[in-house]
């Protein structure tokens, strides 16, 4: 491989600034050389990085961390051998350094001594960097005048800093710096000099993985003992954090297995302190609560145990297996009754709460829908097999006869009309009709809603008499809002859903606005709307299709209701998207569900619009790639090119994998105590913790808190927090990360998550 055309800069020696650079020149001598038959060829495989190597003269521990703009640098760029030393090789890497200089360190051989002898024989020299370090804080560095600007090492009292295609001349510096003020064991004092690299500029080109390895000040028989940490991420957008957060979870096990270790001493008393600390370090892994139960267990505390398996349970069913087995293993006393006590505590298993959609139906009901010609809001409304007329009175026919079949006659099926008044694409006013299904719940004024609109139209907007088909847009969404009432037959949900078909999309959502604001009117609270608008799955008119990928459209700052303080990512709407994406890839594996974080599509509009605007939270579900050509068209060929909104278009499948996944988030949702209300965060004081507190939800069995980093999308973490509506998260600063509190039901069924508001 040809080394491109860029800068070659000249060797830095310790604590110097970067040297002048100059052009190459035509020849490449280096990959011209003939490659010895000790292969110290030019390499192939450039890991431009910048590396950190260490003893900690505390406790002898020999460290060495690393990252870069490359693919897993830590397969090839870091060397580490306990009581003996650590390697970096870098820029055009050639691996055989590690294990070379680790065995001339532990000959009894100088590191600067043996790195110049390494490098006199390497004709590719002129583009490597190489660092070492042995035991005692001898260092050897070099840096061929061939790597790429910024070129730059700093040797400390103990420690290497070296890197090449740097920022700016300021990164080893700051790596430096950081590691000499931190404190700490050495993990984490490296890692705090990458950090600060990464804060200096870092890495010209960016960053992809990390590395970070410690080993042991004492000589063992093999190389691969004696290792105390070893951590690699080979692709992440932010490995050194990444990085950290695997570090911590590093200490955590390693408290757990000192926690085994008690337990097999039958130190429970210590084992009991062991898991705690484990749990404190990495909350969200419920196999670390687990054994502090099993813990207290052993020790007697029998139902400080229970209470803990509960939760463990909650999160993790599977985990109810686990007493049994350890009592046959003898690993707990066989005892019958307590097996049974423990056994309860799980939560009930039953079978897939919605079944797959049928795209039989789902195709039939589109097909019908296309088949009125037009569904236009302005066509006929008399002609018993043409027009918007024709096709509401087959729907409301339609779900009635699935409420007979499917519900035992508790679907309640109207329409509900509405007088328009004269507007921009309705030039003398229309009355229109909404289909609306409702399922009672035991409240009836907290509804949840899924929608399609069953108007149509053709090029014109103001055509009320062309065949306009719409059988994407949205008969399909509309067929999906059939299937899944007849997917949730049987269900007697806590919260009333709504199964609703609106006109009027196509004249500026006016079907979606009036049944809002009628049901603003009359006090009820949308707590969660999905319209489905465009889901057939056609292949768009970029020529990809994705028959595994849904978009899912949220708000971010609130149309309406009260602000979100703190984030301007977790209005209700994208808590919605949030909770939609999780439970419908639970429900069905490998289905794609990207969230758009914004309200919809440029120059286009949704009916959860018109429920946005009343503070509500709703969000829109559309096919990933749009096929323009065959949307608001009229139907014809052109060049061989077919226009319309055809059935044929339709990917059926895709609409009931669709139908599916929104089935069982309204399921789920249907099922779940109302969210908590009130959710506040306390902010009036300084503290490293943060407390929250919340009115009860009726009905909730528990409490949840979600969490995340700031700059993540979605819920990282879910800790179940009790059943009393106020926690405190010790270690968990408010400056930090981000809360939401959820309820969940005796069955485990979840509500919507509440960002907290400021309490000062």
């Known amino acids: 491989m040809r080394i491109r055309p860029q800068v070659w800069c000249l060797l830095l020696l310790p604590a110097a600034g970067s040297t002048a650079c100059q052009q190459p020149s035509a020849a490449d001598p280096v990959a011209a050389a003939t490659a010895p038959a000790d292969d110290y060829r030019v390499p192939t495989r450039p890991v ?6 260490a003893v900690d003269k505390e406790t002898g521990e020999i460290g060495v961390a690393a990252q870069s703009h490359w693919f897993s640098v830590g397969s090839r760029v870091i060397w580490a051998e306990a009581g003996v030393g650590a390697v970096v090789t870098q820029s055009y890497s050639r691996t055989a350094y590690g294990p070379e200089l680790l065995a001339d360190i532990k000959a009894g051989k100088d590191p600067a001594e043996a790195l110049a002898a390494r490098i006199a024989l390497d004709t590719g020299a002129d583009v490597r960097q190489v660092g070492v370090i042995d035991l005692h804080g001898g260092i050897g560095a070099f840096s061929g005048k061939r ?8 040797q400390g009292d103990g420690f290497l800093v070296i890197g090449n295609i740097l920022a700016n001349d300021e990164v080893v510096q700051a790596m430096a710096d950081a590691f000499i003020h931190s404190q700490g064991p050495l993990a984490e004092r490296l890692v705090a000099a990458m950090d600060a690299a990464n804060s200096a500029g870092g890495d010209l080109r960016g960053r992809q993985s990390a590395a970070l390895k410690v080993v042991s000040g004492e000589a063992t028989d093999q190389p691969s003992e004696g290792v105390v940490v070893d951590i690699r991420v080979d692709d992440h957008h932010r490995p050194m954090a990444e990085l950290a957060r695997l570090l911590r979870i590093h200490r955590a096990y390693k408290l757990a297995n000192l926690g ?4 097999a001493q039958n130190d429970i008393e210590t084992a009991t302190l062991y898991y705690q600390q484990a749990e404190e370090l990495y909350p969200e892994q419920v196999e670390l609560s687990y054994w502090r139960g099993y813990a207290l267990l052993k020790a007697g505390f029998e139902e400080e145990a229970l209470r803990i398996f509960q939760h463990v349970f909650a999160e993790e069913p599977a985990w109810v297996e686990m007493a049994p087995r350890l ?8 005892d019958e009754a307590l097996l049974a006590r423990i056994a309860a505590l799980a939560p009930r298993a039953e079978a897939p709460p919605v079944p797959m959609a049928n795209q039989v139906r789902i195709e039939r009901d589109i097909r019908k829908l ?3 010609g037009t569904r236009h809001t302005l066509s006929d409304t008399a002609d018993p097999e043409r027009g918007i007329g024709a096709a ?4 409301a026919d339609e779900l009635r006869r699935i409420s007979d079949r499917h519900h035992g006659g508790r679907l309640q099926v109207a329409l509900e009309s509405f007088q328009i008044p004269a507007g921009r694409r309705i030039p003398d006013g229309v009355e229109l009709a909404n289909v609306v299904a409702t399922l009672p719940g035991t409240d009836p004024d907290r509804l ?4 399609g609109h069953y108007d149509s139209r053709a090029s014109d907007p103001m055509d009320a008499r062309s065949d306009a088909p719409g059988a994407n847009d949205d008969a399909s969404g509309v067929a999906a809002v059939m299937e899944a009432a007849r997917l949730l037959g049987g269900l007697k949900p806590q919260a009333t859903v709504v199964f609703l078909a609106v006109a009027g999309e196509e004249q500026g959502l006016l079907g979606a606005r009036a049944q809002a604001e009628k049901w603003k009117a009359e006090g009820k609270l949308v707590e969660a709307m999905i319209t489905m608008d465009i889901v057939g799955g056609s292949r768009g008119s970029s020529g990809k299709h994705e028959p595994w990928r849904l978009r899912a459209f949220s708000e971010g700052v609130p149309t309406a209701g009260p602000k979100v303080v703190g984030s301007d990512n977790d209005a209700p709407s994208r808590q919605l998207a949030r909770y939609f994406a999780r439970v419908g890839e639970e429900a069905l594996p490998g289905f794609d569900i990207s969230m758009v974080f914004r309200q919809d599509r440029y120059l286009r509009g949704g009916d959860h619009k018109a429920f946005n605007d009343n503070g509500w939270a709703a969000i829109r579900l559309t096919e990933p790639h749009e096929n323009y050509s065959q949307q608001h068209q009229d139907v014809r060929v052109e060049e061989g090119l077919a226009y319309g909104d055809l059935a044929d278009f339709v990917d059926f499948g895709y609409v009931g994998r669709v139908t599916t996944v929104v089935a069982t ?94 309490r000062f």
């Open 370 to 372: 296309a088949g009125f």
């Open 327 to 334: 009592m046959a293993a003898d690993h707990l006393p066989k």
């Open 665 to 758: 988030t309204l399921h789920e949702l249907a099922l779940a105590p109302a969210a908590p209300t009130q959710v506040s965060m306390d902010t009036s004081g300084l503290t490293p913790s943060t407390t929250l507190r919340w009115e009860p939800s009726e009905g909730a069995a528990g409490y949840a808190v979600l969490y995340r980093r700031s700059h993540e999308p979605t819920w990282s973490y879910r800790r179940v927090v009790g059943d009393e509506p106020q926690v405190t998260l010790e270690g968990k600063s408010k400056d930090d990360w981000l809360f939401a509190v959820e309820a969940f039901g005796p069955d485990g069924h979840r509500s919507l998550p509440v960002y907290p508001s400021p």
């Open 260 to 263: 085994d270790e008690a337990v």
């Open 48 to 53: 431009h990085t910048y590396s950190i190597l």
């Open 392 to 395: 509401r009175r087959w729907l």
């Open 448 to 451: 949840l809603v899924i929608s």
């Open 147 to 154: 790597c790429i600007a910024e070129v730059a090492q700093y």
